[in-house]
């Protein structure tokens, strides 16, 4: 059986005057010649268009930093011919039923709704300009819209005057939208800003914890240290002292405490008495872990080559760490349920939250807040689930808070993996041969595991892959595997490179085998001045990467001061992300992404004793701070008519980049990351 | 036992029934609704919650309430004195913020570094903008704002 999906437009009048256009689609499911209807719900593009000219654009997708509220806005209003200053956008409910699929990850948002968006904004502008031929007799071909006023002559108007017009008219067949010719664009590949500045600089940004609700009530959870403890019994004499103290229950996790204040809330839980079980594996310890992986190990085939060289790198557990941790304010009614929540996933929040309570989904609100970072994190909704767990038990609105402690370690973790590396070069020294081996550590290694193509031509190449089960919990982080296998790939790579005697960038060149890549890496060698002299101590590393529809490389310079401490001083990055559709918000996530490869590269680790998570707080787990920040330059090369993904695309090559510069500018090799910021 | 402190908040004074070792932040957030400022870690890492303390930053998760009754509070919403602050505007114009959240923070601790030095180097810049953490890695676009609101006068 094969379905196909087919878009349609609905127009409806909006409350306060003016048009609402909305596309919608069918899935339809062709069985033996007859179409069968499957569903059928709106791909995101809800438009407005006020009296006064305003266009509302309704973004179905949360915004975690990533700038879809922004991007995707841009596009409708390319299409439209209407002003970017009279746009404003609202963030959508979940709801999977009227937006459909509503989830943020894997680079998807504007890949996946370009087109629509674009027929949305273009079906606006046609019916505007119908009723506007209509008001003034002429042809509607003979009308056009640039900058929020239709023309036709010498006759000129505000499309806003057309709006209640056009909202009694026939909306176009989405398959006969004729789109605008590319090269006309006018915001589309326009610098823009982020649409919610003024409101964070002001600190009129709504994020998760920022909700509020009469009568509410704050939560923390108690929660076990040992992997996979579970409490068992727990006793709040000391919290009920503790003024503003609710209530303290068992829960799933551990116990949840209940106060009318956060801070109550925490200190109640800091003298309750839990007592818990054994945790799953109390003799569990990153040692432990990395003898395991070692073991899981093969033996290489046999490689050939003039010189053949071999190396293990290892990668530490990530935890996800956004700026605002987990939260979720939860009121539980007997026939409804709001919910606010900075999450990735609004529809899917909606789904869970309705089978939890039993109640259909159409009683369950889910308010999407703008996110503190997600980074993948917000993919999940366990903290969701408590929220909800615990506001049904105490029948008032709980506002839960995992405190940074519960977010560091209670998250699931980018798995740690083991990388065994052989690879040889010919007798001119030309890279020939890579086996690479992982071994993935975590809950669920299969799960975790993708193949993933090598960029470079070689003889031989392939991919050996195992794994250690172990209770640590593991999921996506920003760019999944790519995190380890290009940091790996491109780290060995150099290492041939200095086998056979080549220049890292030469041999890129020679082996690479997409033109677009190899158009970033000629791109990114010129402007970073690769070749040029530098002064002792200072070396470059370079490194590339093609996924999510896009190509980068990125060229770092790595310094080791007098103190034998290793400074990133400059990191150019030329990425080719097809069309970028706000080159501004493109750069911002290809530099906060290197900041990313920055940070775990150096700093940034889990790890395990006893069975237990070690660190509890930001400073433990490490991140980059100011200190740490290069400067970092993004050029943004164009790649074509459609705009390929960017959120994930700067990290992969980021780490490798600076730990081939760091190899530049002291000779020394470092495979077990993080690697600190001190040389030997 | 709770008891009853006056705060100064934003040139307005608030009085309020607290723990007295609540910290500034949960008062700024749960007792007084203003939210910009926000909680990162509770114990002084990340800088998520710094403020303006007479002007001069603190991380408002280590400031018990006991301690600030007479002294002159800023947060973030009471920064603009009928337009934006040069910070602020900074910020805008460099389009740094990426999640936000960590932003407020960020502008705190920018406002007190330039208050003291009006046209600070990249190393008092990382000196003092270190202590606050941005996951989302906006550190070369800070700079380069904090340097540009230096330009605009923010610390005169």
């Not at chain 1, 680079?107 to 370009?114: E, I, K, L």
């Not at chain 1, 890129?508 to 033109?515: D, E, F, K, Q, S």
């Not at chain 1, 960017?646 to 780490?655: K, L, R, S, T």
């Not at chain 1, 510069?661 to 495979?671: C, N, P, W």
């Amino acid at each position: 059986m094969k379905s196909s999906r087919r878009e349609f437009l609905k127009v409806s009048v909006a409350a306060g005057g003016g048009m609402v256009l909305t596309l919608a689609c069918r899935n339809v499911a062709k069985a033996s010649g007859s179409d069968r209807l499957e569903e059928s719900h709106a791909v995101n593009p809800f438009v407005q268009l006020s009296t006064d000219g305003t266009v509302t654009v309704t973004i179905s997708k949360p915004d975690m930093g990533q700038g879809v509220r922004t991007s995707l806005a841009m596009i409708v209003a390319e299409e439209m011919g209407v002003d970017w200053a009279s746009v404003k956008v609202v963030q959508a409910p979940g709801d999977r039923t009227v937006y459909g699929s509503q989830g943020v990850g894997g680079s998807g948002s504007v890949r996946g709704s370009y087109m629509s968006l674009r027929r949305t904004g273009a079906a606006a502008a046609i019916m505007v300009k119908s009723a506007a031929a209509q008001a003034w007799g002429v042809e509607a071909s003979a009308c056009k819209i640039e900058g929020g006023k239709v023309v036709c002559g010498s006759k000129s108007a505000s499309i806003g005057e057309f709006a209640q017009a056009a909202a009694g008219l026939t909306p176009p067949d989405p398959a006969s939208i004729t789109l605008k010719d590319p090269s006309t664009f006018k915001i589309i590949g326009t610098p823009r800003h982020r649409v919610d500045n003024l409101d964070i600089v002001t600190g009129k940004g709504h994020f998760g914890l920022d909700a509020k609700v009469e009568g509410m009530l704050h939560a923390v959870v108690a929660r076990p240290k040992a992997i996979g403890a579970k409490a068992v019994s727990f006793s709040d004499t000391e919290s009920k002292k503790v003024p503003g103290f609710v209530q303290a229950h068992l829960l799933g996790s551990g116990v949840a405490v209940v106060a009318k204040s956060t801070w109550a809330a925490i200190k109640a839980r800091d003298v309750l008495k839990v007592e818990w079980t054994a945790g799953v594996d109390p003799t569990l310890t990153s040692d432990s872990l990395e003898a395991a992986l070692t073991k899981a190990g093969v033996a290489f085939p046999n490689v050939t080559g003039a010189k053949t060289i071999e190396a293990t790198y290892t990668l530490p557990f990530l935890s996800h760490a956004p700026m605002e941790p987990m939260n979720c304010l939860a009121d539980v009614r007997a026939d409804s349920c709001d919910i606010w929540v900075p999450t990735q996933v609004p529809d899917g929040v909606r789904d869970m939250v309705a089978r939890k309570i039993k109640l259909a989904p159409s009683s369950v609100k889910v308010n999407v807040t703008l996110l503190g970072g997600g980074f993948g994190r917000r993919l999940l909704t366990d903290y969701v689930d408590e929220a909800v767990a615990i506001s049904q038990t105490v029948g008032k609105p709980v506002q839960l808070i995992w405190t940074r402690d519960d977010d560091i370690r209670h998250d699931r973790y980018r798995p740690a993996s083991l990388h065994a590396m052989k690879g040889g070069v010919d007798a001119s020294g030309t890279p020939i041969a890579m086996y690479h081996q992982v071994m993935l550590a975590g809950d669920d290694p299969s799960s975790q595991w993708k193949k993933v193509g090598l960029s470079y031509q070689m003889g031989e190449c392939q991919l050996l892959e195992s794994g250690a089960a172990c209770p640590v919990p593991t999921f996506a982080w920003r760019s999944v595997e790519n995190t380890y296998m290009n940091l790996v790939r491109e780290c060995f790579f150099d290492e041939l490179c200095a086998a056979g005697g080549q220049d890292p960038v030469k041999a890129r060149l020679a082996l690479i085998t997409n033109n677009r890549l190899k158009g970033t890496l000629e791109e990114c060698a010129s402007r970073a001045g690769w070749g040029k002299p530098l002064a002792k101590g200072t070396g470059r590393g370079v490194a590339c990467f093609a996924g999510y529809g896009s190509y980068i490389t990125q060229i770092a310079e790595v310094t080791l001061r007098e103190d034998s401490t290793l400074k990133v001083t400059k990191v150019t990055a030329v990425v080719d992300c097809g069309l970028a559709i706000n080159p501004l918000g493109v750069a911002a996530q290809i530099e906060g992404a290197t900041m990313d490869g920055l940070a775990t590269t150096l700093y940034s680790a889990i790890t395990l004793n006893d069975g237990e998570i070690e660190q509890s707080g930001l400073a433990a787990f490490g991140w980059a701070r100011m200190e740490d920040s290069p400067t970092i330059e993004v050029h943004v090369i164009s790649g074509g008519d459609s705009p390929g993904g960017i959120g994930e695309v700067g990290f992969p090559a980021a780490g490798p980049a600076i730990l081939n510069a760091i190899f530049a500018a002291t000779g020394q090799r470092l495979r077990k990351l993080p690697v600190g910021n001190t040389v030997a | 036992m709770l008891e009853s402190f006056t705060l100064n908040v934003n040139g307005k004074d608030h009085k309020v029934e607290v723990l007295p070792d609540t910290p500034l932040l949960w008062i700024l957030r749960d007792n007084l609704g203003l939210t910009a400022t926000k909680y990162g870690c509770g114990v002084s890492d990340c800088g998520a919650c710094t403020v303006l303390v007479d002007g001069k930053s603190r991380k408002s998760c280590r400031v018990p309430v006991h301690e600030i009754e007479n002294r002159k509070i800023t947060t973030l919403e009471g920064l603009a004195k009928g337009k934006l602050h040069p910070v602020q505007q900074a910020w805008i114009d460099e389009d740094v913020p990426q999640c936000g959240y960590c932003q407020s923070g960020q502008i705190m601790a920018a406002v007190s570094l330039l208050s003291n030095t009006p046209d600070p180097s990249d190393e008092e810049i990382d000196r003092v903008m270190s202590g606050n953490i941005c996951r989302c890695g906006t550190y070369d676009r800070i700079r380069k704002a904090i340097k540009r609101a230096a330009k605009a006068g923010a610390g005169q």
